[in-house]
């Protein structure tokens, strides 16, 4: 998808949002919401999303909810870094499918990174799809710290 067209109500944050699939979640507040990501980059990967804007990339985020998603990314930064003590977070946003976005609904990723591990974005995460019970105890870990 290129960078212009028009916001699904389909795609996969949108159903998290209401409710329609799983998520592992670590933090919500009015207006965001921050969960695991499925296809961990590494342990503890997240994603921040906002809960009423309609923008797929940041060329069209109100300036409003890019303040909000960043307030958040930064609390869950600050909890990973607790939780589970990497030596550097990758904070990351992907916009358009030329770069990389395959969902659009706008989101930040963070991304815990330790010395010598990888530091760069697979298509499929470091392992594939992670263990839902596996996510659903490191979300625990972690909003313990939230
Ligand atoms: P991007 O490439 O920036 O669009 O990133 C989309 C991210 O969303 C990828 O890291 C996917 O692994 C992740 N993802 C897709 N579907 C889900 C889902 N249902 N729950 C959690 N993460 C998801």
Redesign the pocket.
């Known amino acids: 998808m290129s960078l212009d067209g028009a916001y699904d109500e389909g795609n996969?944050?949108a159903?998290?949002l209401a409710g329609k699939?799983?998520?592992?979640k670590l933090y919500e507040d009015e207006h965001t919401y921050a969960?695991?990501?499925?296809?961990?980059?590494s342990k503890g990967?997240s994603?921040v999303i906002s809960k009423w804007s309609k923008a797929r990339n940041l060329l069209e985020m109100e300036d409003d909810a890019l303040a909000q998603v960043m307030a958040t990314a930064k609390k869950v930064a600050i909890a990973l870094r607790q939780a589970l003590n990497p030596d550097g977070i990758h904070i990351?946003?992907?916009n358009g499918s030329a770069a990389?976005?395959?969902?659009?609904h706008l989101?930040v990723?963070i991304v815990p990174r330790w010395e010598g591990g990888p530091v760069g974005?697979s298509t499929?995460?470091q392992g594939g799809m992670a263990d839902a019970e596996e996510l659903r105890a490191l979300a625990e870990s972690v909003r313990a710290f939230l």
């Open positions: 996969p944050f159903l998290i699939i799983p998520s592992a969960f695991l990501d499925i296809m961990p980059q990967h994603l990351a946003q992907f990389g976005q395959t969902v659009f989101h990723h974005f499929h995460g």
